[in-house]
């Protein structure tokens, strides 16, 4: 979903209607302190547009603010201007956090490319977040299993360890692995390891 920041609603309604005729969900603010609650609630968003010159907060302050939260911090941000347009404006719009910096008028074409292509970059980069999030849980699953398997394998070395008779076990493809203090006796009276094979059962 995308976010259009905007305290003209002539400019809301313009934008609003481009980006929906390209398929896109849109959500609106006509403040900045209006966008920063909805950004605080709401976690779905792609991108957001952000009109520089607003009474109360102005887009720069906007911008600097989303910053600071963690959730929201990578969601790229495109700022529109017809007032401020010089390079210091444009710098200080780069400064704050903005992907891009768009002058009025706009070429529709070229600002969809831009919307499109930040959009899927963005799409983009929460799937591959989501899938190493999801491969940390499949590590750490793993990683307690493989504890849990090991105090199991270590109770079981104690028990053969406590019973009075020569014991051992084996690994899958049959080798000894494991032997506990009565083999070692009993093999001291000059017996050997018998030969085993996992076909034998």
């Known amino acids: 979903m995308i976010l259009i920041v905007?305290?003209?609603?002539?400019?809301?309604?313009?934008l609003k209607r481009t980006l929906e005729l390209?398929?896109?969900?849109?959500?609106?603010?006509?403040?900045?302190?209006?966008?920063?609650?909805?950004?605080?609630?709401?976690?779905?968003?792609?991108?957001?547009i952000l009109d520089v010159q607003m009474p109360g907060m102005d887009g720069f302050e906007v911008a600097e603010a989303i910053s600071g939260y963690s959730k929201a911090q990578d969601?790229?941000?495109i700022f529109l201007s017809a007032v401020n347009t010089d390079k210091k404006f444009i710098d200080k719009g780069y400064t704050a956090g903005a992907i891009d910096y768009v002058t009025k008028p706009i070429d529709p074409e070229?600002?969809?490319?831009?919307?499109?292509t930040l959009h899927r970059l963005y799409e983009q980069n929460r799937e591959l977040n989501r899938m190493h999030s999801a491969l940390k849980v499949e590590v750490e699953e793993r990683k307690r299993a493989e504890e849990a398997l090991s105090a199991k394998v270590e109770e079981l070395h104690f028990i053969l360890e406590a019973i009075p008779q020569a014991a051992f076990t084996l690994t899958p493809d049959g080798e000894i692995e494991f032997?506990?203090?009565y083999w070692y006796l009993y093999s001291n009276d000059g017996a050997k390891l018998p030969e085993f094979h996992p076909q034998d059962g």
């Open 6 to 14: 905007d305290d003209k609603p002539e400019n809301i309604f313009s």
């Open 22 to 48: 390209h398929q896109f969900e849109v959500d609106t603010a006509s403040s900045g302190e209006e966008a920063l609650k909805k950004i605080l609630k709401h976690e779905g968003y792609s991108l957001i």
């Open 75 to 77: 969601i790229p941000i």
């Open 110 to 116: 070229i600002f969809m490319l831009k919307v499109k």
């Open 179 to 181: 032997v506990n203090e």
